[in-house]
């Protein structure tokens, strides 16, 4: 018997052997990770920043979930990004990160069916949203160090950046935590179209971009010619350099300058020299401008002026974040507007009928039936039944009124600019849900979407998930008659076309502005400048209207509107956006000055009755409700965008 126990354990043991194992090791997997506007950690407080994260596999084919997390900090929300992985990819991925906090870690794994394959630790330099923040891209790492000491906010630290070409991001919001961006000795042409069209459309949305000139004027210039505020032409060598020094406001280290290879340059129209002798020029790119120094940017790094010097030349001005700014409140646009309720409610004479005819059935009308009927001993029956009818009917009628379906309300904010169809759209989702429940959420790829979510006056932690052909929040759970709000910014395409023939004459705005024909009509349109509005009403496609505008006055934005019945009440969502100095520099106060941050600029309002974005509820495309502000930047004869 122990001859044949011993054969038959020796066979098992060869046919285990013989057999191919079926579970396979892990995959071996890389990740290698640059965050930040300079690729080691720095981030704005309130602005997006990028996240480049390269993934190496040398195992078989996976399908991973990258995840970033703030350890210890719940409350940050999380972002994740699905990627397929075949058999030796090497893959390199943007993933756009916000914080509202000062976070100096965070971690970044890769999970596969669930079991974490990788991890890398991040260490993070966080800048407070009310610091001045500047991007200077070189190769040579002392350029431009003197900023540092530049003081655009009094008591105030400037933040000085050393960006990456090659992490440069190709969306705006990406780089809308930097103020100003100083390109040094990159061949700009090395930019993809991408990447060039988010600095274009960031400059716009009031960025300030510097290009330097001297003998490296011509790589500068190769992939921005179009937005340069000059031609230009040769070198010359030995230039007298005092004006710089004059500019500045420090004449007396006139002395101080060396000589200057210069470029020669001509001013194209709109734009001005900034000093007496043309070395410094400018010009309005929307919001936003661009300035091309004729020297090498390198050329004053030993001059003991050149951070004042950049104080003057640069125009630090408050910019319309509404991202940043909404973050920074934990302010819910959506809550503080809708005047539509979503779902019926009944009237108060309606619920005291309502009780009336209980009492009325519960106590005399039940107690004759019975006495009718010769039977009161059956009221301790009828009286309980009448309860549970009157509640069920109760109960199905509010259930009839909420509906099954979650509903999708939306209020967005496009800002754009005249003669460009490209902006940035800012949109607060509210998902209204009948009964408890878990739902995804959907939007376009390119969405930005903050990871945290509004209802009342709390705010819940998001995951936000990246996907090939979406960007989504895969589980958001709503109570039971309660309406929950997520803020998505992304940039659109669709910004309505308008032409102005504006000029300041006397202390008047006067003109006319157009819109274009294939435009959705402008409801209670409206012309501003700083806080001094003129209304014009419905703007409809293919008409235009007369402007007469007194400047100086301040009604905005105060100003009641022709129609403000709607889904949002109009004025209040200008009053909350524009009533204090919400995007302020520095320490912004409810004490401010009401009207729009940009005083130089002169704006068309207009409300358009459709949301903005699209969204998709459990990968249904569902139908919303919506109103959208647009915002666009027009021309005049004192500022040219």
Known sequence: MTFRRLLLLLLIGLVAAGTPAQAQAPPSITLEAQAGYDGTGAYRANFWFPVAVTVTNTGGDSLGVLAWEVPGDAAAGSFEHVLDLPRGARKRVVLPVVHTGFNNRARLTLRIDGEEVARQAIALNPIGMEQPTLGVISSDATVLSSLQASRFIPDTATAVVRLDPALL?????????????????????????????????????????????????????????????????????????????????????????????????????????????????????????????????????????????????LQMAPRAHIGPAFRWRGDNLLRDTLQHGLVWLPSPWLLLALMAAYIAVIGPLNFLLLRWLRRVELAWVTTPLIALATLGLTYGGSVAMRGPEARVVQVAIVQGFEGASTGQATAFFGVFSPARRSYRLDFAAESLITPSSLASFERAPLIVRQEATSSSVPELLIDVGSLRSVMVEQTVGDVPPVQSDLRIEGGFLRGQVRLGGDAAPLRDAQIVAGAASGRIGDLQPGTAATVDLRLGQENFPFEPQDSDSGLVSRRQALIWLFATDRFSLGNPSPQGQPGHPDREGVYLLGWIERPALAISVNDDATAQRGETLVIIRLKHNGAQP
């Open 169 to 313: 991001p190709d969306d705006a919001a990406l780089l809308a935590g930097l103020d100003a961006i100083f390109i040094h000795d990159l061949a700009t042409d090395s930019l993809s179209s991408a990447q060039r069209e988010a600095l274009l459309l960031w400059t716009r949305m009031g960025g300030q971009l510097i290009l330097g000139g001297g003998l490296r004027a011509e790589r500068t210039l190769a992939g921005l010619a179009e937005v340069s505020p000059v031609d230009v032409g040769a070198l010359r060598a030995d230039a007298p350099a005092a004006a710089l020094a004059a500019f500045a406001g420090r004449p007396e280290l006139a002395a101080d300058l060396p000589p200057l290879t210069v470029n020669e340059a001509r001013l194209r129209a709109g734009a001005r020299a900034l000093d007496g002798s043309g070395l410094l020029a400018a010009r309005a790119e929307g919001a936003g401008q661009v300035i091309f120094a004729a020297f090498d940017l390198a050329a004053l790094r030993v001059w003991p002026g050149e951070a004042a010097l950049w104080e003057r030349a």
